[in-house]
């Protein structure tokens, strides 16, 4: 049952890649981030850091991703917003060797285009995935 008003907003995906799995992920946590934070219709979901009536910049989202790595102890020269969505599909791979998996939760349409954001050799996946059965 929701908590307080109903706030209608629209997710406007910029890429044809987002699946419907991925749309309905996306459509759930928003939802629970506007409950927990107590947005109201009208306001910005993230907010800038000194004025809260304006939204959060790119460049305000880079220093903070900055600082939450630096405070784990890792070097923020190393890590970026899409370096670690990188990291994440590498992780996935590397544990699984399902290349279909990640190619799927990145979105990608081509295996090709998978292979080549790994950085991995056509050859050497094509053994990994030979191994996995279905």
């Not at 419907?20 to 996306?26: A, E, L, V």
């Not at 907010?47 to 304006?54: I, N, P, V």
């Given at each position: 049952?929701?908590?307080g008003p109903i706030i209608k907003w629209d997710v406007r995906f910029t890429s044809p890649k987002a699946d419907?799995?991925?749309?309905?992920?996306?459509v759930q946590a928003v939802d629970e981030y506007i409950r927990t934070a107590s947005k109201k219709s009208g306001e910005f979901m993230f907010?800038?850091?000194?004025?809260?009536?304006?939204r959060m910049t790119t460049r305000q989202y880079a220093r903070l991703l900055s600082e939450w790595i630096a405070s784990i102890g890792l070097d923020p020269h190393l890590f970026g917003t899409h370096s670690l969505r990188r990291?994440?599909?590498t992780l996935i791979y590397r544990r699984t060797g399902n290349l279909r998996a990640v190619q799927l939760l990145l979105s990608h349409t081509k295996i090709e285009s998978t292979v080549r954001y790994l950085g991995i050799e056509v050859d050497d996946a094509l053994s990994i995935a030979e191994q996995v059965d279905l």
């Open positions: 049952m929701p908590v419907k799995r991925r749309r309905n992920w996306i907010t800038a850091c000194r004025d809260q009536k304006h990291t994440k599909a």
